[in-house]
């Protein structure tokens, strides 16, 4: 629910930009859903073919290892004659042991599926509800303060909104950024599969702090598949792209944004993680932006009266 009303209100500046071109509210979500699922259908495709591929070569793969496994010259084999690997697989399948724990996995991996459907599922029908009803949402809260305090309270509500969906919107205009440069690199770098480790890169880009280091250690980690030497590159290109980020990017597309010390954006990506795993590191920013703002706006100036 947290994170469904953290879209709603990151994509209130879109929806707002388009109502003043006189668009009604419901077309407005309506084309911001089509538009989330033809991006969700364009990763599913990138993911599908080489998913595949690697199933396919792992089953053609397998009767070599077997086989590889009963030569005692190869390196396999080697192995086999020293942990006894084929005969501790026969005596667990003997034993009724490894087929159990094989399908427990299976229904436990099946459970975490079902629950992660589950859970997209909820938060894509909540934020299409919470787009649809913010200012319905809105109202109503006001509603329960005094009538005196009322503009002012809606002023600064409007003003976070517009803060935390400028934010939301800088960082995806960087993350995008960072998904093109990692396709280009890997084109550039014969790296396999760049397009989809373009969007993996994109998509942890949007965490704070750490995201883009682990997009670069798993897309260097790719790299070695082709040689030590693109490897390296790729991690030297990634430790430069970080910092063209943290100085060049970043400033200029936050710069209409309030900016919070690189301290405060630190403590609130650890509790923020701390109290709620990768969602509350995505959303802590955000909500460390909008208490600065509130602070800013109205605790200050109040104690300075005082």
């Not at 003043?20 to 859903?33: A, H, K, Q, T, Y």
């Not at 792992?58 to 006894?84: A, C, F, K």
């Not at 005094?146 to 939301?168: C, F, S």
């Amino acid at each position: 629910m947290l994170l469904a009303l953290f879209a709603a209100v990151s994509l209130e500046p879109v929806v707002a930009a388009l109502r003043r071109r006189r668009m009604p509210r419901g077309l407005i979500v309506m084309v911001v859903v089509l538009v989330a699922v033809a991006l969700t259908a364009l990763f599913v495709a990138l993911v599908i073919p080489p998913v595949g591929k690697e199933v396919d070569q792992l089953t053609v793969r397998i009767p070599v290892w077997l086989q590889e496994l009963r030569d005692h010259n190869s390196q396999l084999g080697r192995l086999e004659d020293r942990y006894h690997v084929i005969e501790k697989v026969q005596q667990q399948l003997s034993s009724g042991d490894l087929g159990t724990k094989l399908a427990s996995g299976v229904l436990g991996a099946g459970r975490v599926l079902l629950g992660l459907f589950t859970g997209v599922f909820i938060v894509v029908t909540l934020t299409v509800y919470f787009m649809i009803g913010l200012p319905a949402i809105k109202a109503f809260v006001l509603r329960l303060l005094p009538a005196t305090r009322r503009p002012r309270v809606e002023a600064l509500t409007d003003q976070v909104i517009r803060q935390v969906g400028r934010y939301m919107l800088a960082n995806v205009a960087t993350s995008a950024l960072a998904g093109v440069a990692t396709t280009l690199w890997a084109w550039a770098t014969g790296i396999p599969y760049g397009t989809l480790l373009g969007f993996f890169v994109a998509i942890m880009d949007l965490i704070p702090i750490i995201g883009s280091t682990i997009g670069g250690i798993v897309v260097s980690l790719v790299a070695l598949t082709v040689s030590w030497p693109v490897a390296i590159a790729t991690a030297l290109f990634y430790v430069g792209f970080r910092f063209a980020e943290d100085h060049v990017t970043t400033p200029l597309t936050m710069r209409y944004v309030v900016r919070l010390h690189p301290v405060a954006t630190m403590v609130a990506v650890l509790i923020g993680g701390a109290l709620l795993g990768i969602v509350g590191a995505l959303v802590a920013v955000p909500v460390a932006t909008a208490v600065s703002l509130v602070l800013d706006e109205v605790v200050f100036p109040a104690r300075d009266r005082a």
